[in-house]
T-cell receptor, first 115, second 111 residues
Framework: DAGITQSPRHKVTETGTPVTLRCHQTENHRYMYWYRQDPGHGLRLIHY???????DKGEVSDGYSVSRSKTEDFLLTLESATSSQTSVYFC??????????????FGEGSWLTVV | QKEVEQDPGPLSVPEGAIVSLNCTYS??????FMWYRQYSRKGPELLMYTYSSGNKEDGRFTAQVDKSSKYISLFIRDSQPSDSATYLC???????????FGPGTRLSVLP
């Protein structure tokens, strides 16, 4: 296991409510990512972080925000959940350039249903 | 044209068969190549990791990279029902901060 813990693992929420998903790593990796995975779309990058307080947008960032106040924690917030955000969300980590860091490890996923 | 193409399957084979899974890509900057196995309702699990062109073997699994053709393959020998999963190819450039994934091939190995 890559030392990645996601919480909650399952959540049902109502449209319009804010939701925060948490990712915690024990590997001290520099890069952390949030992906969503949907049938027909594969894995799509939402946001990523390349250090504490350093974040950037991915290809499907609208409606999502992130924060990273500590190396080990990366939070994904759905500001006002919509049904189109029903998905499985994966946190991932990478060591970054060189040093064997050119690969990425995934958490077990957080299943979110917006009703 | 998508950056990474992968036959989505599904692919069904009998137990003991040799399985070939393939991806093509368009970005010549990719230097690191990965294969992931994803069981239903689980996260992707790193299976194989290779750098540049060549072959890498790990037990029943062999990863091949042909950078000149922009083509990577994963071979599974003596396939088992426990190999039934979705297989994702992935790649990154030298800087290793941006990863591109194929859509995945769903494999079923029938007893």
């Amino acid at each position: 296991d890559a030392g990645i813990t996601q919480s909650p693992r399952h959540k049902v929420t109502e449209t319009g409510t804010p939701v925060t998903l948490r990712c915690h790593q024990t590997e001290n990796h520099r890069y952390m990512y949030w992906y969503r995975q949907d049938p027909g779309h594969g894995l799509r990058l939402i946001h990523y972080s390349y250090g504490v307080k350093d974040t950037d947008k991915g290809e499907v960032s609208d409606g999502y925000s992130v924060s990273r106040s500590k190396t080990e924690d990366f939070l994904l917030t759905l500001e006002s959940a919509t049904s189109s955000q029903t998905s499985v969300y994966f946190c991932a980590i990478s060591g970054g350039p060189g040093g064997g860091g050119n690969t990425i490890y995934f958490g077990e996923g957080s299943w979110l249903t917006v009703v | 044209q998508k950056e990474v193409e992968q036959d989505p399957g599904p692919l069904s084979v009998p137990e003991g068969a040799i399985v070939s899974l393939n991806c093509t890509y368009s970005n010549s900057a990719f230097q690191y190549f990965m294969w992931y196995r994803q069981y239903s309702r689980k996260g992707p699990e790193l299976l194989m990791y290779t750098y540049s062109s060549g072959n890498k073997e790990d037990g029943r699994f062999t990863a091949q990279v042909d950078k000149s053709s922009k083509y990577i393959s994963l071979f599974i020998r003596d396939s088992q029902p426990s190999d039934s999963a979705t297989y994702l190819c992935a790649m990154s450039d030298y800087y290793g901060q941006n990863f591109v994934f194929g859509p995945g091939t769903r494999l079923s190995v029938l007893p």
